[in-house]
């Protein structure tokens, strides 16, 4: 027959308090008759405490830590450290034999010294709050961190890596937990839906749609091209001409210009020539 915890009382201004001092205080709190708690619920901010931790233990987010959350994490942790007494330590670092000999203690520990690893302390006897709060640091150097975000690191198939940088590279990619540029499922699912329709826009060019003139239609768009300028021009006088007769001497080029021309050697690539009006323009 187990005998009942024994609790310590203190005095604060008339007000008898549970005093919580010892691992067996936390691991039997759950025991104390809640009319003899100071209080039932606080807040998560606004108090000397740090926020991140308060959060955690709020687990329906509420803005408020309650009895019950209280003694839940006091459950999770039991099984993880050989002695609760670390959780009223005050320090920011935690030995690594402080952990229990249980699956649960046995796979903290795997992932303490795995972080420590990762900051290159592999010596550590002890994990601080610092060491497992630094995730840039922390995932630097890890391909696969669960983030869903792929780095061109992420991978050693060379094949791979180029198509996740051209994702990046069109895409502008997004962070992961490194800070590094890399690539989500969202961005792979739009980069690959986007080379699909590029692929089915390049293909039509082989269909006879397109090559009107078969193999000849490429030398055929590239001499529209060479003279697209000069034949826009002379449409654009002509126009101009059809607007106002007044125009035509000016779109035809004034005499004085054809004599210049005339004193010179003249050839068909002369760039004075291509100058000039495709035929003359008339209204």
């Not at 687990?59 to 309650?66: F, L, M, P």
């Not at 961190?145 to 502008?172: E, M």
């Not at 125009?247 to 210009?257: F, M, Y």
């Amino acid at each position: 027959m187990s005998t009942a915890h024994i609790w310590q009382f203190y005095r604060i201004g008339g007000f008898d308090q549970v005093a919580l001092t010892t691992a067996d205080d936390l691991a039997n709190l759950h025991t104390l008759d809640q009319k003899l708690w100071a209080a039932l619920s606080c807040p998560v901010k606004g108090l000397e405490l740090d926020e991140k931790t308060l959060a955690l233990l709020d687990t329906d987010n509420d803005g408020r830590i309650r009895a019950p959350e209280l003694l839940a994490a006091i459950a999770w942790a039991k099984p993880y450290f050989k002695d609760l007494a670390v959780l009223l330590s005050g320090k920011d670092s935690l030995a690594l034999d402080a952990f229990a000999d249980t699956a649960e203690g046995k796979s903290a520990l795997a992932s303490a010294r795995r972080i420590l690893a990762s900051l290159g302390k592999t010596d550590a006897t002890a994990i601080s709050l610092a060491d497992a709060s630094d995730t840039a640091r922390l995932f630097a150097a890890t391909k696969l961190n669960g983030d869903g975000v792929v780095i061109p690191s992420s991978t050693s198939d060379p094949a791979l890596a180029d198509l996740i940088a051209d994702i990046l590279a069109t895409t502008g990619g997004t962070p992961d937990r490194s800070t590094a540029p890399g690539v989500n499922p969202a961005l792979a699912d739009t980069f690959f839906v986007d080379a699909a329709a590029l692929v089915a826009w390049s293909e039509k060019a082989a269909t006879p749609a397109v090559l009107t003139l078969g193999a000849a239609t490429p030398a055929a768009a590239a001499a529209v091209t060479a003279v697209r300028a000069t034949v826009d021009d002379y449409f654009a006088r002509a126009r101009l001409a059809a607007f106002d007769a007044r125009a035509l001497a000016a779109v035809n080029r004034a005499e004085s210009e054809y004599l210049a021309l005339a004193a010179k050697d003249l050839s068909i690539t002369s760039a004075e020539i291509a100058g000039f009006p495709l035929a003359r323009v008339a209204a």
